[in-house]
């Protein structure tokens, strides 16, 4: 009996792992219908993977374990702004410890108040810098600046670039994050409470009538025979700037997805859990059949969503090539390796030589361009305001800021010319970050740089079980 059911088992296993090489092959062999060109850009499938896995993947996993990006302020009990709270998960795995005061190295700590840089620690600078936070002044790298630059910026407001709601980190609700040690991996947060949240994202905010229904939603009346065809016949009418919004949030969706199935809670023994990637969760979320053909579809979407923050990387290099720019936690020799590190992937994704061009959105008339650049702005705001409604506390943390580096990623696309014009020694009143947009920027695309190297590790794990 026992023989038989091995066998059987191991025949199961095996028409799985073949099943997911066809849902992987779409991905990664020349014959199958998610290889070369993506829509709405010139950039071929191939080409992303070999980037990612040899130029990105290695240094920016390095990058994420610098303190200066390790640690992440956010407030994870804001109310829902939209519906009443059904509550906070309860699942252990939902849980995500703050760190306590005494580990944050002291050159973010001192950021806590807006006083970011090396000069803060001379006493009169210090009064100088309380009183541009007064102002609103927000810039977590920049050093030795006076005090004449540093209230001139605090004028500078600039909420109207925004593409996401921002954490007050001066609310005592805000608390520090060692990303390191809350990992984005399967909890058990699912059902009603998930759904309502990625309904709401889809549904509200993605400039869709609610006469179009969205393909395996759960929480929309059955179609009959209608496999999505009507929705992409809808979505392929749309103008670029709203196809490309609904791409990004779809590729988000899918890097989410990707990641909890890689990093999934497989077994539980004596109180010890070991993690690892789940095929069969896989299968439930990309598969072809299981999905109807939306599963490489949202793979499609995930690339996409690289290629779009890859491009937001190339372009914000100038701000952080200055000399007055630093990546400062008080550890002078962990600071100028960051920012050597920093540096050099900047190097790389210049020398990708297939971008994303942004320059082909917002294209039309002045007076119409502005408009729809408004309505884009606001509906990804709206976004970011929802991941506040998210149940449990580790996925909030980490679809907060995924969603805030996705939300930079577009204001730094969206700077150019303020980019552009940088003064190389003093603060800019055109263009600038705060350091949890900036930790937030450089984790949301480590994040998608991991979701590229599993389906690379998912592809290995089932031809191994061949």
């Excluded at 840089?117 to 609103?136: F, H, M, T, V, Y």
């Excluded at 496999?227 to 992409?232: A, R």
């Amino acid at each position: 009996m026992s023989g038989g059911g091995a066998g059987r088992s191991a025949a199961a296993r095996a028409r799985l792992a073949a099943r997911l090489l066809v849902v992987l092959g779409c991905v990664l062999t020349p014959e199958a219908q998610l290889t070369g060109v993506l829509d709405d850009c010139l950039c071929d499938i191939e080409s992303i993977d070999d980037f990612n896995t040899f130029k990105i993947f290695p240094k920016i996993q390095k990058l994420q374990e610098r303190d200066y990006f390790r640690y992440y302020k956010v407030n994870l009990k804001r109310p829902c702004p939209f519906w009443a709270d059904d509550g906070h998960c309860s699942i252990k795995d939902c849980h995500v410890e703050p760190c306590p005061e005494s580990k944050i190295p002291v050159g973010i700590k001192a950021g806590s108040a807006n006083k970011y840089s090396k000069a803060a620690n001379n006493s009169k600078e210090l009064e100088d810098c309380e009183q541009a936070n007064k102002l609103g002044a927000v810039n977590s790298t920049l050093s030795n600046q006076s005090k004449e630059a540093f209230i001139d910026w605090a004028r500078y407001d600039d909420s109207q670039d925004h593409f996401c709601e921002l954490d007050d980190e001066r609310s005592p609700d805000a608390q520090y994050v060692d990303l390191l040690l809350n990992p984005e991996r399967y909890t058990g947060y699912k059902g009603p409470s998930a759904w309502r949240v990625w309904n709401s994202i889809y549904e509200e905010n993605c400039f869709k009538p609610r006469s179009v229904y969205r393909p395996l939603n759960p929480l929309a009346p059955s179609r009959g025979g209608d496999d999505g065809e009507s929705f992409y016949t809808w979505l392929e009418g749309l103008c670029l700037e709203k196809r490309v919004f609904y791409k990004l949030i779809s590729g988000l969706h899918a890097s989410i997805n990707l990641h909890l199935c890689a990093n999934y809670l497989l077994e539980e023994t004596w109180g010890k859990p070991r993690w690892g990637p789940n095929v069969k969760e896989f299968t439930r979320r990309f598969d072809p059949a299981e999905t109807k053909g939306e599963g490489p579809r949202r793979l499609k979407n995930l690339y996409f969503l690289y290629l779009i923050e890859l491009r937001a990387l190339s372009k914000v290099a100038p701000y952080f090539e200055r000399a007055v720019v630093d990546l400062y936690t008080g550890n002078g020799h962990e600071d100028a390796e960051s920012k050597a590190l920093l540096l050099d992937i900047f190097r790389d994704t210049k020398s990708f030589h297939m971008h994303f061009d942004e320059k082909s959105m917002f294209a039309g008339d002045k007076k119409g361009a502005k408009s729809l650049k408004e309505e884009f702005r606001l509906h990804f705001k709206n976004i970011s305001r929802i991941m506040d409604c998210v149940g449990c506390d580790k996925c909030r943390l980490w679809g907060k800021l995924q969603t805030q580096g996705l939300g930079t990623a577009l204001k730094i696309l969206f700077s150019e010319k303020e980019i552009q014009s940088l003064p190389e020694n003093s603060p800019s009143k055109g263009f600038q970050l705060t350091r949890q947009e900036i930790v937030a920027l450089v984790n949301a695309f480590g994040r998608l740089s991991t979701s590229i190297k599993e389906l690379q590790n998912f592809k290995v794990l089932l031809q191994q079980t061949r």
